[in-house]
């Protein structure tokens, strides 16, 4: 199938790369030129693991390209792919880029007989696509669904992971408002053979906010407890939520022993959610159920603890501590995730303004995402040094915070730690493995 996908940010550029090399033939468009040139000669401007790889197969194989043509794109297109950002504006989600994308859609639309489907894959919420992108369409083109198609596409990808997310999904979500478009929905995907969900377009934006809010919900469930078990003390929360996890319902027992999902990553304490998705679309959702007359005790609360919960760690060390003014401080991890470069909401952009009002001396290192975090956090960025090395600066460290679960820092516990503090808010090592350090993470306190 032709196919224009309109945005090459995480979701756009993934999804249309990822289709290229299921065979299809793939526009991607975007309005910087300087992103489109580099596309064109296989270099991503975001990092995602294996998209560099994919990138210039497709490439090679000719069923990829990039332009900033929108209206030259849709012209020989059947589906165009709407995924341009929806970010967040005072918990609201601000609509102005799918607007203006729909719009512009809709004019060339005016001017042919063609029919163009025409999906949303950008995180709206529910209600949105039969409404707004269908007024809009409706009032640019002098048209009527019918002339043009109408769908729904939510993605499900994780940062770090979205190429595998992509190309072996555990489901795919089909929201139509027309049959024509189901049917080029499903030409579409029928080299993917996994469940496929087929529901009107609010339908599907609903199942994506659902999922991300019930995942969201359960990491702030976790936390709260978390938290009880270190005010309680006597307690680690990670050998309390090993016991939950093995009720059978979480865990399922099978002949062949234990099934431990996916899930229960989910249901391990830690400094909260952050990324591009949690926090928006929780916020988002919250805020449509608020604009109907509900009051969305549930959800409030799920932000009410993820907004606190980084404050944890700087709090507890203090606690144990005292004072952290001056104290050599190596934080490592600086996004939200590991394998990825994107620090949006990331609790390390937290953790180091609670450092810095702490007037810690820091030290922070981050196998990818340095120079964004640098942006992030602005001036603040002067006052703090950025290591291309984190091992080197553990003899210069006195508390070494571990933000991010990422592997390599596992290697601390054959690194000379010894007399040092170690925060793992991540609990990516085992305690009994460095005796020598004072071990502290969220949720443990045992004396």
Not at 421 to 447: E, H, K, M, Q
Request: net charge neutral.
């Amino acid at each position: 199938m032709r196919i224009t996908v309109v945005g090459s940010g995480y979701v756009g550029l993934v999804s249309g790369v990822c289709l290229a090399a299921k065979g299809h033939d793939v526009t991607c468009v975007d309005l910087r030129k300087d992103v489109v040139a580099q596309l064109n000669v296989g270099v991503p401007h975001i990092y995602e693991r294996g998209l560099p790889e994919l990138l210039k197969s497709v490439l090679t194989s000719a069923r990829f390209r990039a332009t900033t043509d929108l209206n030259a794109s849709i012209e020989t297109a059947e589906i165009a792919l709407i995924a341009v950002g929806t970010p967040s504006e005072n918990g609201a989600i601000d609509l102005s880029a799918v607007r203006q994308c729909v719009r512009q859609i809709g004019a060339y639309l005016a001017t042919t007989p063609r029919h163009l489907s025409v999906v949303v894959k950008s995180t709206v919420i529910p209600g949105t696509t039969d409404t707004l992108v269908r007024a809009e369409l409706d009032h640019s083109s002098g048209k009527t669904i019918g002339a043009f198609g109408l769908g729904m596409n939510p993605e499900f990808l994780r940062e770090g992971e979205a190429i595998e997310d992509f190309m072996e999904p555990d489901r795919i979500v089909l929201g139509h408002e027309d049959e024509r478009t189901l049917v080029r929905l499903e030409e579409l995907y029928a080299p993917w053979n996994c469940d496929k969900v087929r529901v009107n377009t609010r339908t599907a934006e609903m199942i994506k906010y659902a999922n991300n809010a019930v995942l969201a919900t359960q990491i702030s469930m976790v936390n709260e407890i978390a938290n009880l078990c270190a005010a309680v003390g006597g307690v680690d929360a990670l050998d309390v939520m090993r016991g939950v996890h093995l009720d059978k319902r979480w865990c399922p027992i099978t002949p062949l022993g234990r099934v431990a999902p996916q899930i229960l990553t989910y249901l391990i304490p830690g400094c909260g959610f952050g990324g591009s998705c949690f926090p928006k679309d929780v916020q988002a959702l919250r805020t449509q159920g608020e604009s109907l007359g509900l009051p969305m005790n549930i959800l409030n609360a799920v932000l009410d603890v993820n907004a606190a919960q980084t404050h944890q760690i700087v709090s507890t060390l203090e606690r144990k501590l005292g004072s952290l003014s001056g104290r050599r401080t190596l934080l490592l991890g600086l996004s939200f995730k590991p394998n990825t470069d994107d620090v949006r909401e990331s609790a390390s952009i937290k953790i180091v303004y609670d450092l810095l009002r702490a007037e810690a001396d820091i030290r922070c290192y981050d196998p990818l995402a340095t120079e964004k975090f640098k942006l992030a956090i602005g001036i603040a960025a002067d006052r703090i040094q950025f290591s291309s090395d984190w091992r080197r600066e553990i003899e210069w460290a006195e508390i070494i915070i571990i933000a991010t679960r990422t592997q390599e820092y596992g290697e601390l516990t054959s690194l000379r730690v010894a007399g040092k503090t170690v925060f793992d808010a991540r609990r990516l090592i085992n305690p009994a493995a460095v005796p020598s350090v004072d071990y502290l993470s969220i949720g443990r306190r045992l004396s």
